[in-house]
Structure formats: structure tokens, C-alpha cells
């Protein structure tokens, strides 16, 4: 088991550039987040998709567009990237359906730097 | 409201010392609250969790204390070790599936 995969590692982008990151989870969980995590700021939500063929707005949405492509994949896009997306952006995913299992298992981060 | 604030947001502790981090929150609605452990260059890992209708929950060196009345919760450090230096985040789960996480403490511990 992979768990939560992330491509790329790292991204430079010019101002009004676009970008998609990649996330797949193989753990067949239901959920699957994008949060960006930002120095003195914790991790803030952008979107999510609470199930296959659903996506939510959260915390932070402006500027990003997300696709749950199928159970597995959960992608961001950035379709023209501005310096205050410089962030390092992770992927969750979580089972979700009772109890115990609200556990959210993250990727290894994508850091992105906006020029 | 669906704030988290934890303090402090850094730490220093002597080897064998204990760490404490707080957390408090003002949504009583929240029903889960989890601490994640995260190390440099990798994504946050989930610590230990509890609910509120348990005042405390111990797994090893680790415990989470919970203080429902006056909305606070906070992670206890046993037998701090060096390898126990990382960033710890408080959350709190709002609704249906989403995470509220508080802002991290930079924990490290000194040989």
C-alpha cells in the first residue's frame, strides 16, 4: 500500500500560470481533501469531495478548481497562479463512514512556489 | 467560531521533560478531536484522538487531556525524547467529515 501519493514534490510557476497537482489515495476511502499549510497558519482546506462524483468548497477555495477524477483521484488545479498560492499543498483522504474511522491520512506535500 | 487556537507556537523541552501543548476552541458543536504529529519535509500523521464525553485518553507516552466546561484540550508529552521533535497541530472535526486545525507548536527536544 502506497497510502496518499502526491505529484509532483516540488513546482516553480511564473505568475499567471496554470498547474494541476495530482493526488490518488489506494486505500479505497470514500473522502478526499486538499489543504494548503502556510507558516504561522496550521492547514487550511481548500476543497474537498466528501464521496466519489461530490466536491465542497473549503476554508480557502478562491483560485483553485478541483476534480474527483474517480474513487481514487482527487486533483487541484490552479489556472492562473498568483505569488500568494506559495504554499506546500497536501492531499488527505479518509475513510469516513463511522465512529473510529475519522482518522485523515495525509500525502508527503507538494511545494509550490509562485514567482 | 470554527476556530482552533493552540499555544505555544514553539517549545523547548530537556530530554526526559514534559511537553505540554493547549488547545482551545469556542464550537461546541465539535465532536472529535484529534492531534497530528508532523516531521520536517513529510505530511502530518495522526498522534492520538479523542471524543468529548472522555475527559483524557492515554496511548504511551502520549496523552490528550479534555476539558469540556471550559473548552479546552491539550497533548501531554511523557519522557520527551529527541525523536519526539516535530510540529503538532490540534484539530477539531465540524460537520460532516471536515477538519478545523489549530495553527502547530514546534516541539523540540534537547539532548
Known amino acids: 500500500n502506497a497510502g496518499v501519493t502526491q505529484t509532483p514534490k516540488f513546482q516553480v510557476l511564473k505568475t499567471g500560470q496554470s498547474m494541476t497537482l495530482q493526488c490518488a489515495q489506494d486505500?479505497?476511502?470514500?473522502?478526499m481533501y486538499w489543504y494548503r499549510q502556510d507558516p504561522g497558519m496550521g492547514l487550511r482546506l481548500i476543497y474537498y469531495?466528501?464521496?466519489?462524483?461530490?466536491?465542497d468548497k473549503g476554508e480557502v477555495p478562491n483560485g483553485y478548481n478541483v476534480s474527483r477524477l474517480n474513487k481514487r483521484e482527487f486533483s487541484l488545479r490552479l489556472e492562473s497562479a498568483a505569488p500568494s498560492q506559495t504554499s506546500v499543498y497536501f492531499c488527505?483522504?479518509?475513510?469516513?463512514?463511522?465512529?473510529?474511522?475519522?482518522?485523515?491520512?495525509f500525502g508527503p506535500g507538494t511545494r509550490l512556489t509562485v514567482l | 467560531q470554527q476556530q482552533v487556537k493552540q499555544s505555544p507556537q514553539s517549545l523547548i523541552v530537556q530530554k526526559g521533560g514534559i511537553s505540554i501543548i493547549n488547545c482551545a476552541y469556542e464550537?461546541?458543536?465539535?465532536?472529535?478531536f484529534p492531534w497530528y504529529q508532523q516531521f520536517p519535509g513529510k505530511g502530518p500523521a495522526l498522534l492520538i484522538a479523542?471524543?468529548?464525553?472522555?475527559s483524557e485518553k492515554k496511548e504511551g507516552r502520549f496523552t490528550i487531556s479534555f476539558n469540556k466546561s471550559a473548552k479546552q484540550f491539550s497533548l501531554h508529552i511523557m519522557d520527551s525524547q529527541p525523536g519526539d521533535s516535530a510540529t503538532y497541530f490540534c484539530?477539531?472535526?465540524?460537520?460532516?467529515?471536515?477538519?478545523?486545525f489549530g495553527t502547530g507548536t514546534r516541539l523540540l527536544v534537547s539532548p
Open positions: 479523542i471524543r468529548p464525553d472522555v
Open positions: 464550537n461546541t458543536a465539535f465532536d472529535y
Open positions: 469531495s466528501a464521496s466519489e462524483g461530490t466536491t
Open positions: 486505500m479505497n476511502h470514500n473522502s
Open positions: 488527505a483522504s479518509s475513510p469516513w463512514t463511522s465512529g473510529e474511522t475519522d482518522t485523515q491520512y
Open positions: 484539530a477539531a472535526k465540524v460537520g460532516f467529515q471536515k477538519l478545523v
